[in-house]
């Protein structure tokens, strides 16, 4: 070929406008993008996710034995695993969206399993996702003591600890210590020094203690450290290690102090390549020096930013006074799994059904659903992942165990429930304000713990925090609007659960209201809150911190221009895993995503809008 | 006659028993030359679109699901050629001249050079992945950390035919001593594909080796300048036009690379490539700085005359050539698996610096050229190209059977 033109790249994403039927949609979904399904299903899945997946079987097939079967041997583990709970979650799934997933198969030419397995696999793997972490957490040292050494604690006056009880015996110690979202102890001295006490069964590998003073790092082998194995005589000594730090420096007065544990033990696992030792992730924790604040929930685990983590997702819904022009408006970044692929193949639906209004969103190449959308009635909708055990895959486990012809080793990690994608879907397809939104999802079976922001033409905002319900303990999922005089929308200190002023709520990707969402006994396992072993919840709190202070430093000024700002801000985005971002005008029916790079919001944010209801 | 790149540059030197080692030269009427020549080809270089150095292979980048970026690939490939070409010229007149090129490549050696630049720490393994965490973690699902690939022993590549035709000169070339030929030359498929399946491999086709096009059209004008009637320096230049024909390929499935090179299920189980096309320009100055000792042996019939109109003892020439390389377009099911490709071979140039040097003992009485040429393509940068390096020792054997 002579030509001295460049090929050119790809659009960045595709549009897709799509009517009829179900089927019809589908089948003009599969159609156009053919080439773009496989390729997303074979970069996504079948070269990255799946082989990722299949290094969990030996750690699950430890515990439930069926796994451990020839049928999920030679690397068809976690295909095995993602086919059979899709199965699982279509008895859940409305026969018109089957029907769109068949016309999306016989446009496409993929088969109809690998285009359920598509649109399931978030809900699946989330939940195996959340189970062998946890079970990772469990084998990993854990922080049992953390100790603020300072005489001074026992007769300052200050309720350090903020248990109601002043001075009194232990108070500068924490046993056993326990995760917060707030500040651990306040009031402490500046020179105060700190002991954690680390335990493992297999032992915990001095060397590998990384403690985080701020920005400063210390490691075995630094003056400010002494490791000192504590456990019983002999070989169990190295069972309980001992850390004391002596900082270098007194730290600053009346101001907060993040602190970070790590450590990994002896035992090194060579069962899910590469070899490595169960590690403890990134304990973090806060202190506030004296005169900073008075109760420990005033201060914000907030942590410093680090080059190990990235921001989760975050979203916003903004109204009334938090608003330039009082409309409300909707922002949403997803970030969670990109892989270097799902960005080239993001597709923006737009859906004329045969009945009931248009409806859009951000989605990708064979997935019928988004996570965030509008529909021509002025309601849109954002939803974010909460990590949590309180979901279908334990429910199994633990219906398998009290079953005496199943019991443990015949239990499975199934998922069940209404995938969240077309619990938006139903939201897209029938609600006409936030109130109905709300009902819909609030009855719909929940796969995974979710979190649901609506927002609808009218201004009405609301925050839908749900999960699987295994215990049979909520009686609706928990939700809540910035009012502060409503009922349920303030925690036990009387604040809003997710606002800065009066008319603003966000989220991050951990629970707020439902931040206790499972704790059982479970034979050997005590399961516990998202809070003690999810790797997501110090990012999640950061990203929340982070972002109610934009929130608050733009409140009446935000337009769409500062909704973009805040998503671009730096700590509020994933640099590598980013999906896509949108920002949604309920009022106007306009929805603007940005999508097709990494981050996603590097990308402009192309405007939609659906014409009025009136108009179709 | 041109044959690009390592026949070129015997084939220029091939000539200069009459004349300088040009463009524009043809054998005398009945006279059969037969080259042979050994050519090491060496490329460690691909120029980008703008002009920097860069590996041959984009880093492949490994993502955690979840847990961001695992870590890079890094690639930086050492490719080296070893060739053995046979070459047989004819001329069937005094103004035409065929020939034949066998080129046969003896060994490709590739060494990957892989490496790995760690990607985001993940807090299920407690550090990001090491190298050595990687391709532990690939072994186990069945991807093998690829090895240096050392292959095409004594493999067959694209057969030339080609052919150079004088042209009459015009008046006003005779009078400013100009000379003009064109010429052309196919390339026969007669080379091998890569193993589709292997991450690190080359084959021998006119395209893997990349500097000589399926089919060329040459136009040449030279001047040479004649001392003592011998030609003693020339210069000239030489356009013509590369043509790549499009090439069909099997695509990966994965069976030897289930990590890295799982293409067919959505690219499909063929793909084509269409190369960029060359246009191209060179010039050439040649001089002969030594004539040589001349003798009246029994190639010269005894006479000294005539022995003294043969080729100088040495002859050195150097040339530049500058060749826009087209876009190379990939066709597929998948256009973004096109454009992954596509972008490394954009529009470009091959910007070219060749020396030659020449020793003709056809002055002594033996029917012998010895010759060495060097290539270079890194001295100047280029763009969006590999830069392949090569150099080349022959010798011809010219006979006349009459």
């Known amino acids: ?616 | 006659m041109k044959l690009r790149p390592w026949l070129a540059v015997l084939l220029a030197s091939l000539w200069s028993q009459s004349a300088l080692a040009g463009n524009t030269t043809t054998l005398p009427a009945g006279t059969f030359v037969l080259d042979q020549a050994y050519i090491n080809a060496v490329t460690d270089v691909r120029w980008d679109d703008n002009r920097k150095a860069r590996g041959l292979i984009e880093g492949i980048q490994r993502y955690e699901p979840g847990g961001g970026l695992q870590g890079t690939i890094t690639v930086k490939p050492h490719v080296l050629y070893e060739f053995q070409v046979s070459q047989l010229f004819y001329g069937v007149t005094d103004n035409l001249t065929l020939a034949i090129g066998v080129p046969v490549v003896t060994r490709s050696y590739i060494d990957a050079h892989l490496g790995w630049v760690s990607g985001d720490y993940q807090s299920g393994l407690g550090r990001s992945y090491s190298e050595q965490d990687f391709w532990q973690w690939a072994k186990s699902m069945g991807q093998k950390k690829p090895g240096a690939f050392d292959g095409n022993h004594n493999t067959l590549a694209d057969i030339v035919l080609g052919g150079r035709y004088k042209l009459p000169n015009a008046l006003w070339m005779e009078k400013s001593g100009l000379v003009a030929a064109i010429a052309a030359q196919v390339a026969l498929p007669t080379g091998k594909d890569p193993d589709p399946e292997e991450l690190v491999a080359t084959g021998t086709t006119a395209w893997d080796l990349n500097n000589y096009g399926d089919a060329e059209l040459h136009f040449a004008l030279e001047r040479p300048f004649h001392y003592q009637g011998v030609v003693r320096a020339n210069v000239g230049i030489d356009m013509y036009y590369g043509y790549f024909r499009p090439r069909t390929y099997q695509t990966p499935r994965g069976t030897k690379n289930p990590l890295l090179m799982t293409y067919s299920p959505y690219v499909g189980d063929t793909y084509t490539i269409d190369p960029g096309d060359l246009i191209a320009g060179s010039v050439l100055v040649e001089v002969a700085p030594l004539l040589g000792p001349t003798w009246a042996t029994w190639l010269a019939g005894g006479k000294l005359e005539k022995a003294e109109r043969f080729p100088p003892l040495l002859q050195v020439s150097a040339g530049f050539t500058y060749a826009h390389v087209g876009q190379s377009t990939w066709r597929s099911q998948s256009a973004l698996w096109n454009w992954d490709r596509e972008k490394l071979f954009l529009p470009g140039d091959k910007d070219t610096v060749k020396l030659n040097a020449d020793i003709s003992l056809l002055r002594m009485g033996l029917p012998l050229q010895l010759y060495t040429a060097y290539r270079n393509q890194e001295w100047v940068p280029g763009r969006n190209i590999r830069a392949s390096n090569s150099l080349a020792f022959g010798a011809r054997l010219i006979l006349k059977f009459w």
């Open chain 1, 1 to 616: 070929m002579l030509a001295s033109c460049a090929s050119e790249p790809p659009a960045r994403y595709e549009v897709l406008r799509l009517s009829g039927t179900p089927y019809q949609r589908g089948l003009q979904h599969g159609k156009k993008l053919s080439s773009k399904i496989k390729s997303f299903y074979t970069t996504m899945l079948a070269t990255s996710l799946l082989p990722y997946l299949n290094r969990e079987r030996a750690g699950i097939a430890a515990y439930l034995t069926s796994y451990a079967g020839e049928a999920y041997g030679n690397g068809q583990f976690s295909l095995k695993l993602l086919r059979e709970s899709a199965v699982e979650l279509e008895k859940s799934i409305p026969q018109r969206y089957l029907d769109e997933m068949h016309g999306v198969a016989d446009g496409s030419g993929v088969p109809y399993i690998d285009v359920l397995v598509l649109n399931t696999f978030f809900d699946s793997v989330l939940g195996a996702r959340a189970i062998t972490y946890f079970l990772q957490q469990m084998d990993a040292p854990q922080l049992k003591v953390v100790e603020v050494l300072a005489p001074i604690l026992l007769s300052d006056g200050i309720d350090n600890n903020s248990d109601g009880k002043t001075d009194e015996s232990g108070e500068g110690r924490l046993d056993p210590y326990q995760s917060s979202a707030t500040a651990s102890l306040v009031g402490i001295p500046l020179d105060a020094h700190f002991r954690f006490v680390l335990q493992n069964p297999q032992g915990v590998d001095a060397k590998s203690v990384r403690v985080m003073l701020g920005t400063q790092l210390f490691t075995a082998g630094s003056p400010a450290l002494t490791l000192t194995a504590i456990g019983p005589p002999g070989e169990q000594s190295q069972t309980v290690l001992q850390v004391d730090l002596v900082p270098p420096t007194p730290l600053p007065a009346a101001a907060p102090v993040s602190m970070s544990v790590q450590a990994s033990g002896i035992k090194i696992i060579t069962d899910t390549p590469p070899d490595h030792p169960r590690t403890l992730r990134n304990e973090q924790m806060t202190f506030g020096t004296a005169g900073l604040v008075s109760q420990t929930f005033e201060l914000v685990n907030r942590g410093v930013q680090d080059s190990r983590t990235q921001p989760p997702s975050i979203g916003f819904a903004l109204r009334g006074t938090a608003t330039k022009n009082g409309k409300p408006l909707l922002a949403h970044h997803f970030s969670l799994l990109d892989a270097g692929t799902s960005h080239k193949h993001t597709v923006i639906q737009i859906h004329h059904p045969e009945s009931g209004p248009d409806f859009m969103f951000p989605g990708w190449a064979g997935i019928v659903w988004g996570l965030s959308g509008i529909n021509a009635q002025g309601v849109s909708f954002a939803v974010n992942m909460s990590d949590t055990l309180n979901n279908p895959l334990v429910g199994r486990v633990k219906a398998a165990l009290f079953d005496p012809d199943v019991g443990l080793e015949g239990a499975r990690l199934l998922s069940s429930g209404l995938p969240v994608g077309f619990v938006g879907r139903t939201v897209l397809e029938n609600a006409k304000t936030s109130a109905e939104a709300q009902a819909q999802i609030q009855a719909a079976a929940q796969t995974f713990g979710w979190m649901y922001l609506v927002a609808d033409k009218a201004g009405d905002i609301v925050l839908v925090e749900t999960n699987s319900n295994i215990l049979g303990a909520l009686d609706a999922p928990a939700s809540y609007t910035p009012d502060p005089d409503q009922a349920g929308n303030t925690d036990s200190h009387g604040r809003p659960w997710a606002s800065v002023g009066p008319d603003d709520l966000r989220m991050s990707v951990q629970f707020r209201k439902l931040a206790d969402d499972l704790t059982l006994n479970l034979v050997a396992f005590k399961l516990k809150p998202q809070r003690f072993w999810t790797s997501y919840f110090f990012t999640a709190n950061r990203a929340f911190a982070t972002l109610g202070d934009a929130i608050s430093a733009n409140y009446g000024q935000f337009d769409i221009q500062r909704a973009i700002t805040v998503l671009r801000q730096d700590g509020l985005y994933d640099h590598n895993d980013s999906m896509n971002a949108a920002i949604y005008e309920p009022a106007t029916r306009t929805m603007r995503a940005a999508t097709g790079l990494v981050p996603a919001t590097a990308a402009p944010f192309d405007a939609f809008q659906l014409a009025a209801p009136e108009a179709k």
